[in-house]
């Protein structure tokens, strides 16, 4: 063990890519028509190592039902229907019908179209009409950035004990503190996450995972409820 976490370099993060298993046609065909039909929007996708990290994060878990709130194109939410099997459900929130037009055909060829519902509708109506009792495994919140912490105050109570809270770009990019970039309420809201939701949970706010060959990081936060 080092006293730090490890950067992830330009080498680092291509001998990731290249030694893990991310990928296989449909997801590329995936990637390749996101880049093609949408290439002004397809850096909202997560990356091929992210999609691997979920996949392989929602088996360790144990997932039986998830909630993705954006889901674009489609590809954290095959990650992550994958590694649920057969037998989990993932609830997908998105508002737009065009995006998620095209995820619906991957799910279609990726055999995934059972454990998958859509709601198209803004995620914090769809959050707010689900059961209050404890019933998520796993949140993948990947949306409306200016929403973080109302999702987090519907989502946490309706966690299981042990269920799982996944924020993506939560810290924005390294320049993490004071940065004009990366306004204080990211921060902060590290507090009133807390406060919000009135209940237990650990916190890992940091992510290792590389977004691309860009200059930013997409740094996550990592949760469980207790
Ligand atoms: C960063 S992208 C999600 C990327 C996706 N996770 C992937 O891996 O491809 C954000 C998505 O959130 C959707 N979105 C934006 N505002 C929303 C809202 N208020 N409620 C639900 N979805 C929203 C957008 O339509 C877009 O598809």
Redesign the pocket.
Known sequence: MTNKTVGMTDELNAYIVAHSSLSDPIVADLIAETHKVLPRRAG???APDQAGFLELFTRLVGVRYAVE????????SIAIARGMGTAGRLLC????EE?TGIARRYWERAGLTDRIELRIA??LETLRGLPREPHIDLVFV???KA?YSAYWAELVPRMRPGGVLLYDTFLIDQRTVGHPRNPAFLLERGELLERLSGERVLRYREGAVRCEAETSFRAGIVAVKV
């Open positions: 909202m996708q997560v709130v954006g889901t674009f194109t489609g590809l954290s929130c998105d508002v737009s995006f803004p995620a990947d949306a409306d929403e």
